[in-house]
């Protein structure tokens, strides 16, 4: 039984050892106050017997000393030391001389302590009892103990088949009731915090409602806590991780408009929404050298508003300001969406067109020229017209830059002014 049930921890150990000490040493007591017992009880049972002995033999003997019967007293006293319960026999006259003194043992093995039993002897003659003298027996403690431990075997054998049981019964009722349930609550307790899963609980089989169980639903009660404290956790670290991620979001997306502006801010012209020069320049150069690698035409067309000067002197120069705004209004209407169209200087525009040969460039310009000074512009009731001229050059494959082509283009526009505003040059 003890090599199937658990290997003891130390409670356990220490347990067992606690209690079997203190009932060791408790059984230890009882049997030595016993033994006691028993052996003061056995010395004076064999007193009684002694007393019993002098009783029977005392007439005898007294008869013997009487009438000097030497060899009687001898066998009498030779049957006296034959007793098991004798080792010495003394006989004194009735001066306390020895007559005679016989030991059961030899000089060599006395023994460790006697005790004796003393009796008078007298003789009766006339009806007067004559003092003769003495006799005494001797026993000792060996044969006090000899009966006693012969008695007493017998306990401590008792003793010990009572402990062997006692010790194997507690064996059986503590693995039954305490170390079995202790070591499943022990595993599944393991097996929560290894598997780090708090929905599981703990179930014991065939558990009594006694403490252990008390333990189990304390502790399932624990676990219930900690997984509702967990959902709440998981919820509140949800809701706050879907808060951050909407801020974030709304965050971004008003960057992305700041952005937006920003950009618009660094690469569009305020008034007129269309590229702002440097941008444009930029713009130009890489669509310059694109059309360049696919060996594709590209068109340059600037364009400088007539005598504009003397439209903000005449009108005013908010009025000038929407004429700049129709102007570039117009001009979209006009180009293709993959055209560039940028503001170069107050009043000159560029446009940069991939893709277009000369011809179509100047197709495109003259069409911007026209519409120009058809259009009439109506402005807080005041009727405005005006024209552009325009200069146009298409790239050659070599050429490399864009300010090149804007210089070009530059030499036509004034070559258009020179010729008397309003028209195309190329
Ligand atoms: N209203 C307004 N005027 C501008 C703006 N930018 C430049 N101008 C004006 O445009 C005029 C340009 O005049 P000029 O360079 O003499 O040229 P022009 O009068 O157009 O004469 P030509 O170019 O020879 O036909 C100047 O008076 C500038 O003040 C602008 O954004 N708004």
Redesign the pocket.
């Known amino acids: 039984m003890f090599a199937s049930s658990p290997r003891p921890n130390n409670l356990s150990q220490k347990m067992l050892l606690v209690i079997f000490s203190i009932y060791l040493g408790v059984t230890c007591l009882i049997t030595c106050t016993q033994f006691l017992t028993e052996y003061l009880k056995t010395q004076d049972s064999i007193s009684s017997e002694l007393k019993q002995l002098e009783e029977t033999v005392r007439g005898p003997i007294s008869s013997s000393l009487w009438q000097y019967n030497q060899a009687q007293l001898d066998v009498l006293i030779e049957g006296l030391i034959k007793m098991p319960i004798i080792v010495g026999v003394d006989v004194f006259d009735k001066d306390g001389e020895s007559i005679i003194s016989k030991r059961a043992y030899s000089p060599s093995a006395v023994p460790l302590s006697t005790f004796d039993s003393k009796t008078e002897l007298s003789w009766g003659v006339n009806g007067d009892r004559i003092f003769l003298g003495s006799l005494v027996l001797y026993s000792s403690s060996e044969i006090v103990l000899d009966r006693v431990l012969f008695g007493f075997s017998l306990i401590i054998m008792t003793a010990f088949i009572k402990l062997t049981i006692l010790f194997w019964l507690f064996i059986w009722a503590f693995n039954r009731y305490l170390a079995t349930p202790l070591k499943g609550l022990m595993s599944q307790v393991n097996d929560v915090q290894i598997s780090q899963d708090i929905s599981k609980r703990i179930a014991l089989p065939d558990i009594e409602n006694n403490e252990i169980r008390q333990l189990q639903e304390h502790m399932n009660n624990m676990l219930s806590a900690i997984e509702a404290d967990q959902v709440q956790l998981l919820e509140d670290e949800q809701a706050k991780r879907a808060w951050l991620e909407d801020a974030v979001a709304k965050r971004t997306a008003a960057l992305q408009v700041s952005n937006e502006k920003l950009k618009e801010l660094a690469t569009r012209d305020s ?1 007129t929404k269309v590229l702002n020069r440097g941008s444009f320049f930029e713009t130009a150069q890489h669509l310059l050298t694109l059309s360049q690698r696919q060996k594709s035409p590209a068109s340059f067309v600037l364009m ?9 002197d005449t009108y005013g ?2 009025i ?2 929407q ?2 705004v129709h102007f570039t209004n117009t001009i979209q209407t006009l180009v293709r969406k993959s055209d560039l169209i940028g503001r170069v ?3 000159e525009f560029a446009i940069y067109l991939p893709d277009t040969d000369e011809k179509d460039a100047l197709n495109i310009a003259e069409k911007i020229r026209a519409e120009v000074a058809r259009s009439i512009l109506d402005v807080e009731g005041k009727q405005v017209n005006y024209t552009v ?1 325009i200069g146009v050059e298409t790239s050659y494959l070599e050429e490399q830059s864009i300010g090149d082509l804007f210089k070009r283009a530059d030499l036509k526009l004034y070559g258009a ?1 020179d010729k008397g ?1 309003n028209c195309v040059e190329n």
């Not at 400088?304 to 903000?312: Q, T, V």
């Open positions: 008034l400088d508003l007539d005598l504009f000067k003397s439209i903000n120069h908010f000038g300001d004429v700049l200087g107050g009043e001229s002014k505003r």
